[in-house]
Every structure is written in C-alpha cells, then in structure tokens.
C-alpha cells in the first residue's frame, strides 16, 4: 500500500534562518507531487507540484522553493524565512493515471516563524 | 480560474442527527471531480467522498453523501446519524478532468467549515 511520509512534524525557526521540509512517498511509482501551506483559520493554499524528477511548477509568488531530487521525494526550501512563512504545511500525492484519484495528504509541518 | 465557496465557516450538530455542509463552486469545464476532505484536530487530511461530474448519480459513502447540483454548481454533503468523531472541519474541493495530454491535476479547496458535534 501506498504510504506518505512528512516530516518534522514541528519546527520553529527564526526569522532570517533556512528551512528545508521532507517529503517521500512509498508504494507507487511517478506521482504527482504537492506542496500546500494553510494558514490560521484559511483554507489550503497550493504552492508547488510536481510531475516528474526535476519539474517544479510554482503557483504562487513567494519566498519557497521547492526540488524533487528523487521520483518520491520532495523538498520545501527557502534561504530566509519571513514571519509570514509561518503555516501549517502538508505534502500531497497524487496518481495521474487515475483520473478521480484524490489526492493523499502526509500529517503535516507546523512551521512557526519567531 | 475555478474556486470553491463554502459559506458556512462553522456548523453544529446534535449526535445522531442529521447535518448538510454547503459548497458551491465556479467553472467553465463541464468534465470534473468534487471531493470532501475531513481534517480532525490531528489536522490530517482524510477523503471522506468523491464525485464524478459525468455522473448523475449521487455518490454516497456509509453515514456520509453528497447532493450533486451541475446546474448550480453545488456540492452539499450530508451527514446522517452524526458522532462525535465526525467533529472537524470539513473541506470541500474541485479538479478538473486531466487534460488530453497534460500531466498534471490540482485540488483548488475552499476555506473549509468547522463541525462541531454537540453530546
């Protein structure tokens, strides 16, 4: 069965400071890959994904970055984390060949910007 | 762009009653999925049911099941006989059909609503 794994679970870091969030996925081959931030109180707010080793597509301007190393593995980055980085952060997966497949969440970062 | 709009920010329920979330969305596709998404205070994302757009048919998935209005472009889920394990906030959430050739496929989410269960 297909797995997903996050981590850490909770980070805080300071203003200014870098970040790096880890994804992996077991189980399945050539995923879709997504980063999504929810912020206190919103819903979820898509940043990346991606559909292949190396194809990063970004949605929204910001100061993250993300990389796919690896067909299942996917990293969230930034050089100098803002307060405003501060958000839940959840890593996604997706089958493309199944056209209703859903998308599986991993438990999610906490990222508390100080 | 498509969005997802559910008016109700937070909604209660007494256990063992009945309760219907609201969602409406915008699109110009007509070849779509809709989807309903639990989080709990673990805050893990859990599918809770799926529909197809194609299909007439109102999915349905134990306690748990949708009213589909293409027309309206609305989404309701319906929650029978509630528990106090169904408390959580509930997303509602849309994808286009894959596109011919394409390779990718989004979630666009609405800002979710807040159940509570009431003993």
């Known amino acids: 069965s297909q797995t997903i794994h996050q981590w850490p679970a909770t980070l805080v870091q300071p203003v200014g400071s870098p970040l790096s969030l880890e994804c992996t996925v077991e189980?399945?081959?050539?995923?879709?890959l997504y980063w999504y931030r929810q912020a206190a109180g919103r819903g979820l707010q898509l940043l990346f994904y991606s559909v292949g080793i190396g194809q990063i597509s970004s949605e929204v301007p910001q100061n993250l970055s993300a990389s796919r190393p690896q067909d299942r593995q996917f990293i969230l980055s930034s050089k100098k984390l803002l307060l405003s980085d501060s958000g839940f952060y959840l890593c996604a997966w997706g089958q493309e060949s199944s056209y209703n497949s859903p998308l599986h969440f991993g438990n999610g970062t906490r990222l508390t910007v100080t | 762009a498509q969005t997802v709009t559910q008016s109700q920010p937070e909604m209660s329920v007494q256990e063992a009653e009945t309760v219907t979330l609201s969602c409406t969305y915008d699109?110009?596709?007509?070849?779509?999925?809709l989807f309903w998404y639990k989080q709990p205070p673990s805050r893990q994302m859990i599918l809770v049911i799926r529909?197809?757009?194609?299909?007439?048919q109102n999915a349905t998935e134990n306690r748990f099941s949708v009213n589909f209005q293409k027309a309206a472009k609305s989404f309701s889920l319906k929650i029978s006989d509630s528990q106090l394990g169904d408390a959580a906030m509930y997303f509602c959430?849309?994808?286009?059909?894959?596109?011919?050739?394409?390779?990718?496929?989004?979630?666009?989410f609405g800002k979710g609503t807040l159940l509570t269960v009431n003993p």
């Open positions: 699109t110009s596709e007509s070849d779509y999925y």
């Open positions: 959430a849309y994808r286009r059909r894959r596109n011919s050739g394409g390779s990718n496929y989004k979630l666009t």
């Open positions: 529909q197809e757009a194609y299909k007439q």
């Open positions: 189980g399945t081959s050539n995923p879709n």
